[in-house]
């Protein structure tokens, strides 16, 4: 089941629990993102806001193919979501996207790419919810 | 305070003749104002003499922190406002800069030392006027040359230097100061007091400096601002904020924050108070470095108040770390004098042009984040959304490297990667691929491709930027070999273009400009062997002034002289575009008419005739006419070689000239004299 492409995983989290069990958004990466900024709190929820803009319309994407069962269209939306999330710290949602990204390159038409798809798109929005909270807090 | 011998040591590093010194107008000041009752007409006639250096003068004399006063535009003026010494003072500090140059000690980073020093000299400019008895010129001047005698052991001894800079790098000052003295006998501290003595500046400035070079950045227990050596202290905490890079140790950053948070204090300064103020030292750094060509960078404060936040912490870690808080921080560490390499190649690009980096990638958040780092950097960066979007942006603008995310769609990096390096200001370009977990697959496709480097996403910043070090040296490289290069070419075109003058020249007469009889023979040579070849038809004239002799011996060579031109000149706008006159030397000249057979070249020889004897030549009070005697042989009389063909013709210009002169005579033409072609012409 865990064939994630994700090589810079720690083990402690290779296997996830449906409804994520480590943290949703990383504070380290969120950390990061701040220091970039200088201080400057309009840098982080420029970033915050540019992914929810950009991931809403991926996951739409990804939830489309999901029905229509269009891998390729399942297979790009993954692929992007999982390196934009990666920065904004939605570290297991990344996971989640890096998933569904080597079920859809494999061959085989499984159930899994089914259940993690819906996964991820749930998983979405936890994220959303946490990011609103963060963007609040600025 | 007593004044102090002069170290015999000093002496000795003045009798090297290489010292940093004053140059020029300095010089000459320095002389005018050895004694105290220097007369300060001279120094400002002195001064007046340097006009950058009277412009320099006059902007700190209208500076900012002087604002409120009548702007003044004379030397005088500045002299009259700042007092005599202190224009004395600023004089000799820019020549000091003015005299500058990259010098040879490895270690040694030059042009950081001069932007820092500058940051120095504006940040004390700036600040002191919260110093009592101390001006803004004074305080420029000395943040100016607070550390010249760093800049003397690296001039001086250069190779030695440059093993005691390497040796203590990252040591703090006092063992610097230690192996100074150990390996020359003399530390920097001295040596700045000796220099700022020798150049007649005051004692108490003299020994300030000093007293800032041997305790800088000390912690001292209570923060105050009352002395020339606390104002350079200050200023020094703000020029090495100013220039933090990446490999700024936190020890180095935890000391500058101490100083700059006592700075605070004493100007009992909000935060906001302190951004101001560092935001007009900033803009004010930039400015000056502009006009003195010292290289600056733009410096947010924010940004340092968070890099200075951000290596306290870290300090703090390594000393919990290593004692459980038992290191006390002991005075300054060697990185603000010695910089290695890493801050040489900083992209701040101190001393060169800035890096130029091209962001591409198709995901919003990612290029975004991307550009943050690289602009943090203080790379000069610009963006693109897609492949063929970062195609138009290469190819207009020419960045040195390119960070391209390899998954796009439409056009991947690779694709661009490929494209770029089909253009020839591509093939130069440093190119990084972004790449996800899997790029193993990729790496001989793309290496095959031009591309430069791989990075995994998500990138990690000090990752990145390690990375692009590597590009940054190629970067390096190749700017000097493109410089090399067009100096090369420069030097290839100014060589031919002498060359061709340099030909032009050995076969042109000088007096006549047309032609010489070199010249002249290389034609008939190619024409022959042309007519031999192609069967083409040509003809040669043999033109003899008539009395030329006479003219020069009654009206004088110039006249001669002016005869000879002006008969050149009225044959050469006789003849047809592919004729040619040419001087053989002395009074004689030979025409060259291509295509022409024996009869057509006399025709052309008898207009000749007509035309000098029909010229009138005026010079210096001779007016006149000469006559030639014209002499025609052609191909198509059957010659046997060149020599028997102009020897002909020869023969013809005698017949001519015994025939009665001015006239045209054929080859082989018989006449009267045709009997007596040997006889030599006595007057021609």
Sequence with gaps: ?138 | MQKRAIPVEFEELKSSGTLPSPAGVGIKILEITRTDEFSADDMGQAIMSDSSLTGRILELANSADRAGQEPITTVSAAIMRLGATTVRNLALAFSVISERDDGSCKAFNYPLYWSGSLARAVAAKSLAQHVPGVSSEEGYVAGLLAEVGVLALATVHSEPYAKVLLETRGQPMSVVLAAENATFDIDHATICYCMMLDWGLPESFASAVESFNLDRLSSKEAAELDSLSDLLRFADAISSAMLFTATTPPRRINEVGEQIEMLQQVLEYSDADLDRLLGQISGEWSRWGERLDISTCDVSFSSIREAIARGREAFKKEVELQTGGAIRCESVVADTIVTTTDAVEDARGLGSERIKVLAVDDDPVALRLLVATLRKQGFDVTFAKNGSEAMRISMREGPDIIVADQEMPEMSGLELTRALRRSKRGSSMYIVLLTGARAEDLLVTAFESGVDDFIQKPFDADFLLARLRAGMRIVGLQRRIEEDRRTILRQLADKNNFNRRLKMLSLTDLLTEVPNRRHAMERVESEWKSANRRGTQFAVVMVDIDHFKAVNDTHGHDVGDRVLKSTAQVMSSTLRGEDQVARLGGEEFLIIARGAVLEEARVLAERVRIVVEENIVEADGYRGSVTVSLGVAAFDQGFTGVSEMMKAADDAVYQAKNLGRNQVRGARESSSCADEPHKRRLSA
Excluded: W
């Excluded at chain 1, 950390?31 to 991931?55: K, N, P, Q, Y």
């Excluded at chain 1, 798809?117 to 990011?131: F, K, S, T």
């Design chain 1, 1 to 138: 089941m865990n064939t994630s492409g994700d090589a810079g995983g720690p083990a402690a989290h290779n296997h996830s629990p449906e409804n994520g069990g480590g943290e949703i958004l990383d504070a380290k990466a969120l950390d990061v993102l701040r220091e970039l900024g200088g201080g400057d709190a309009e840098f982080l929820s420029e970033i915050v806001e540019l992914f929810l803009a950009e991931a809403l319309t991926r996951v739409n994407e990804m939830h489309a193919g999901l029905e229509g069962l269009e891998k390729d269209r399942v297979l790009q939306a993954a692929h992007a979501l999982k390196s934009s999330s990666a920065h904004v710290g939605a570290v297991e949602f990344s996971r989640c996207c890096a998933e569904l990204e080597s079920h859809c390159r494999s061959s085989e038409q499984s159930e899994d790419l089914i259940l993690t798809g819906r996964r991820a798109v749930a998983m979405y929005a936890e994220v959303q919810v946490a990011l609103k909270a963060v963007l609040g807090a600025i």
